[in-house]
């Protein structure tokens, strides 16, 4: 008979090996002939719901092993999702995993399980230990696993808490020590920013996003190109690696470091593939999940040049202004005296707290065509597409920042036969510079472009030590004038009297080049 027990396992408790040894020795239940941990979303880490890595898990449960009397055996179950058999995915897996050596049935299994999930194995068949819960009771009787973890993220010195030392058990407490899992569980648990997963959003669709990263990698690499100082490079926010890939191609940085780093689990995910296929000329290229706003993440003083490219609105934008002062603070102490931080991104326009009017062309497509009831981003980007550009920007005023709670103040109004929108110089370039992300329009409506206008930038660049150099510019995207805004959308701004006057489309992006 074997005791199969599913679980993430990111920490074991003395409960546990009591109850375990307990099956073993006082044969109770029969004669057990091996333990199997079926580690759940092994292909996660670094995440709310998955901080620890399945290596780590799995040496937790390896030291586990040692003080119990039967051999213990460890198989990693993939997430596979929300699906309706997960429990007989996860016996196939085990079955797969071990060539057949461990084929689990009703018959030859008992499932140690205390959650939800036990239920799913009981469907099957499979007789039910159910440790922690008390079926009698309907309750829990002993402090599960994660209740310790919470424990330790919320504690000062966790190593010192009798509450938490008296629960856990000396295998996990041996690992958790070894490896500081304490602080980055405790940094990755409070994190404001990643979601339970990992990602910043849940709403975007990753397949269109890295295709998008890819296409503009060339013209990324080209436009920073100039200004990488060799040595240490790091790319944070790296995507799918896009920028780096180019960039080990450049016979000036070819005995470079170079290091990514990606909060979304699903690019890092791509990252890995990549260098796994080969795509990476350099072989010295790293790739760590980790999140750049909460602490440094490469070591002080260790960089000569870091890349950021479409990041740092992300950060205002899912996170607060003062999370990106913050991130500029880290970026300055992971420098050498004399790097480079080069920045790419969206900026806001210098006059952006002027009122201004917005003409928005309404015969240019549907402005009646009603709102499809559905969550699925194709099919809401073909919506889009076929709106005018007034309706656009109706369905861009309810979306807009909206789960943040932001109401857009506008006002329509009618001059000499024509109606305009008013509204803050600001606002009038989000919608401009946002309009036309249909395909990750709910993840787009999360996100602010025009916080800060350059000289805005300048100053807390300064604030944080840095140098700005003089190459340093907010620019224009004229393919975006002339194919996104010419005849669709013009800002005017009305005179004392009376007339109005046409506001030239405003700096839409910008390089930043801060030296340490």
């Not at 004669?31 to 901080?51: D, L, M, Q």
């Not at 030392?165 to 569980?185: C, F, R, T």
């Amino acid at each position: 008979m074997y005791l199969l027990i599913p679980g993430r396992h990111h920490l074991l408790t003395d409960f546990q090996f009591k109850y375990l040894n307990g099956l073993v020795n006082s044969r109770r239940e029969g004669h057990i002939e091996g333990i199997i941990f079926a580690v759940t979303s092994a292909n996660h880490g670094g995440t709310k719901r998955n901080p620890i890595p399945f290596y780590l898990r799995a040496m937790i449960i390896q030291e586990f092993s040692n003080y119990l009397d039967v051999p213990v055996h460890i198989y990693g179950i993939d997430d596979a999702g929300v699906i309706p058999n997960f429990t007989g995915y996860t016996l196939k897996t085990i079955r797969h995993a071990s060539e057949g050596m461990h084929t689990l049935t009703p018959e030859n299994t008992l499932v140690v399980c205390s959650t939800e999930v036990r239920k799913m194995y009981s469907a099957l068949g499979f007789r039910i230990l159910s440790a922690e819960w008390d079926e009698q009771l309907q309750q829990q009787t002993a402090v599960m696993p994660w209740d310790i973890v919470k424990m330790i993220s919320q504690a000062g010195d966790w190593k010192t808490d009798t509450a938490i030392l008296n629960e856990m058990h000396p295998a996990a407490y041996k690992i958790w020590s070894l490896y500081g899992l304490g602080d980055k569980v405790r940094q990755i648990l409070k994190d404001p920013i990643i979601g339970s997963d990992g990602d910043l959003t849940a709403t975007r669709d990753y397949t269109e996003y890295v295709k998008q990263m890819d296409d503009i990698a060339a013209l990324k690499y080209r436009e920073t190109a100039p200004y990488i100082i060799p040595g240490n490079i790091g790319d944070i926010g790296c995507a799918a690696g896009s920028w780096m890939k180019i960039a080990c191609e450049d016979d000036r940085l070819h005995e470079c470091d170079f290091y990514g780093i990606e909060v979304s689990r699903h690019l890092y995910d791509i990252c890995l593939q990549r260098r796994h296929n080969g795509e990476f000329s350099n072989p010295s290229v790293f790739f760590a999940q980790k999140n750049a706003v909460s602490g440094t993440v490469f070591e002080p003083g260790a960089m000569h040049t870091i890349h950021t490219s479409s990041l740092t609105h992300e950060i205002a934008s899912y996170g607060s202004i003062e999370d990106l002062k913050a991130f500029i603070h880290h970026r300055y102490n992971e420098l050498q005296p004399g790097g480079v931080w080069i920045n790419r991104d969206v900026t806001g326009p210098a006059n952006r707290h002027e009122t201004v009017l917005l003409w928005l062309n309404d015969a240019d497509g549907d402005s009646r065509l009603p709102k499809p009831d559905t969550t699925d981003t194709h099919i809401l980007a073909s919506w889009l597409a076929k709106l005018s550009t007034k309706a656009l920007f109706q369905q861009f005023a309810k979306d807009f920042r909206q789960h943040e709670g932001y109401v857009l103040p506008h006002t329509w109004v009618e001059i000499d036969g024509n109606t305009y929108c008013q509204l803050s110089m600001q606002d009038a370039c989000e919608f401009l510079f946002t309009k036309d992300y249909h395909d990750n329009w709910y993840s787009e409506m999360h996100e602010t472009f025009c916080f800060w206008n350059f000289e805005d930038w300048k100053t807390h660049l300064e604030e944080a030590g840095f140098r700005l150099d003089n190459l340093s510019h907010p620019y224009r995207n004229e393919w975006i004038v002339k194919n996104r805004l010419e005849g669709k959308v013009q800002l005017f701004r009305q005179l004392e009297n009376g007339q109005l006057e046409t506001i030239p489309f405003p700096d839409s992006h910008m390089l930043l080049l801060a030296r340490k």
